[in-house]
């Protein structure tokens, strides 16, 4: 039986960790945005802070793409997008203070162990 093997390339590992942080950092800014918004759809189009969050993501999505481009698995490479929600808790707790609590690092800690196993 042929057996096709895929390395998945650091570099395409890291581009999808920077696409998670960069992802983090849009919803943290869309939740700021929308904190500031008025007047209806002018008033989400011309926010600042909603602008740079979908620069964020168009970030996030060249990140993709140029992973992609390099090789590798996407089920090596989307556990780790994945991490977003890692970098949203570390940055809502450095920005704003909210605490980050035992269960919620037990409930990180599953996520992320399912991530391993989904990588494997």
Not at 94 to 117: E, H, R, S, T, W
Request: hydrophobic share 55%; net charge positive.
């Amino acid at each position: 039986m042929l057996q096709l093997t895929m390395k998945t390339p650091l570099v395409s590992i890291l581009c999808f960790l920077a696409a998670s942080f960069l992802g983090a950092a849009g919803q943290f800014l869309y939740r700021e945005g929308a904190k500031q918004a008025h007047g209806g759809l002018m008033g989400y189009l011309l926010n600042a802070r909603i602008l740079l969050g979908v620069a964020c993501y168009i970030g996030v999505m060249t990140l993709f793409v140029a992973a992609f481009k390099r090789g590798g698995s996407l089920t090596v490479l989307y556990p780790i997008y994945a991490t977003t929600f890692i970098w949203a808790a570390l940055l809502a707790m450095c920005i704003d203070g909210q605490p980050i609590k035992f269960v919620n690092i037990g409930g990180m800690a599953l996520l992320v162990g399912g991530m391993y196993l989904m990588g494997k």
